[in-house]
């Protein structure tokens, strides 16, 4: 090779030795100087993500309605880390009751000011049914020997809990959202007596008798009370409302095999879900004045739903995920199965949907309602019945 072509290969590899070391040497204004391996071989880039806000940024694959979720998933409080055997909301505040000891406690709806108001130690409790203003409550006990259950119609006075235990043989009890007032259904010689009382079994009146017993009782507005067959897939459920101003008994829907049912606070329209074959779920809202059914586009228990209060058209429901291969809702009431469920709002006249929260939590929930304003959803979680919320957007 000639002194000239050399000379020629030397001064190119010259110039991009130094172009290169101008490349890679000089940073940018403001950047951190990394070296110049970590140039040429970059170790990954770290990305200050507390720094960026959650509704404008978005991951490879992601979307924007992914981030809404996120950010509604949030809005799930846990309020209790003990299991409650009931609550409901009073003042301003979700009172509870904690099932292992019996103490009552309020505790505000974002989880503040967290107050014993009783420390009467009632054991064993399964189930609290409550009086309107929360001042009362029918608790439902199992006995020392686990088998039998009593109800114990309790009232809270200052820091003790008083009062009187109701008959044996009651298989279903529920309370007046309007009054003072329960009712239950009493199992004897055959027949099931039908009998409203007030919280200190005053006053008792026979209502109703009825010639068998398997029976659910709902009082979800002042007049009517609705009495539903228990739930099964092997059988052909039933719902009746009882007229508290004539005493008639109405069939509101029938011949539907796994039927859970729930009528709305203003009487005039029902949610209900029924067993599609031996694994699957339909869920529907009963326009009780025409009989429109309006189908809904989540598979889930009527149980897992709840009215919104006044004059708002929505329903909230938890729906499962995933529904397993099982018979329901038989294998859901008898523990076999658990669900994960999301959180939905439907307009129960036209039936859209509207995802809360799509289950980033381990929730199968139950006992599901609202405070007056419809601005917080409490419910227990069934897996471990503790006590949480969801915030739902103002005027919901």
């Known amino acids: 090779m000639s002194k000239k072509r050399i000379l020629i ?35 990954g880039e770290k ?49 509870y009751i904690e099932r292992a000891t019996g103490h009552l406690y309020e505790i505000g709806p974002s989880g503040e000011e967290k107050n014993r108001i009783s420390n009467t130690t009632i054991p064993r409790i399964l189930e609290a049914v409550w009086s309107k203003n929360a001042s009362s409550s029918v608790i439902r006990i199992l006995d020392e020997t686990g088998e039998n259950l009593r109800n114990f119609a309790a009232a809270f006075t200052g820091s003790s809990t008083q009062g009187v235990f109701l008959p ?57 009370i609705t009495l539903l067959s228990k739930p099964s897939n092997l059988a052909e459920g039933f719902l009746f409302k009882l007229d508290l101003k004539t005493l008639s008994l109405t069939k509101l829907l029938g011949n539907i095999k796994g039927l859970f049912a729930k009528m709305s606070p203003d009487g005039k329209k029902i949610i209900y879900s029924q067993s599609i074959g031996n694994q699957n779920l339909e869920t529907n809202i009963l326009i009780i004045a025409d009989s429109q059914k309006i189908p809904l586009g989540i598979a889930t ?3 897992k739903c709840v009215f919104a209060n ?15 291969n099982n018979s329901l809702p038989d294998a859901w009431y008898q523990g076999i199965v658990s669900f994960s469920d999301g959180f939905w709002q439907i307009d129960s006249e036209s039936g859209t949907l509207k995802i809360l929260a799509g289950g980033a ?36």
């Open 361 to 396: 939590e381990d929730i199968d929930a139950i006992n599901l309602f609202l405070d007056p304003e419809n601005k917080f959803l409490f419910f227990t979680n069934k897996k471990d019945n503790t006590l949480w919320r969801l915030r739902l957007a103002a005027g919901d």
């Open 9 to 43: 290969l030397i001064i190119i590899v010259a110039v991009v030795v130094i172009g290169l070391i101008f490349v890679f040497i000089k940073k940018p204004a403001g950047e951190e100087n990394k070296g110049i391996l970590s140039r040429f071989f970059p170790a």
């Open 47 to 95: 990305e200050e993500i507390t720094s960026r806000p959650l509704a404008t940024t978005t991951a490879p694959g992601q979307t924007p309605e992914d981030l809404q979720t996120q950010k509604q998933e949030a809005e799930l409080l846990k309020l209790t880390q003990e299991a409650i055997a009931g609550a409901t909301f009073a003042n301003g505040k979700v009172r």
């Open 168 to 224: 044996f043989n009651i298989t279903s009890i529920t309370a007046s959202p309007a009054e003072n007032k329960i009712f239950y259904l009493l199992k004897n010689s055959g027949q099931t007596s039908g009998i409203q009382t007030d919280f200190e079994n005053k006053n008792r009146k026979e209502l109703i008798s009825l010639p068998f017993a398997e029976f659910l009782a709902d009082w979800p507005e002042k007049n009517s």
């Open 301 to 303: 228990l009527a149980d």
């Open 310 to 324: 006044g004059s708002a058209n929505a329903v909230y429901c938890a729906a499962p995920r995933f529904i397993p």
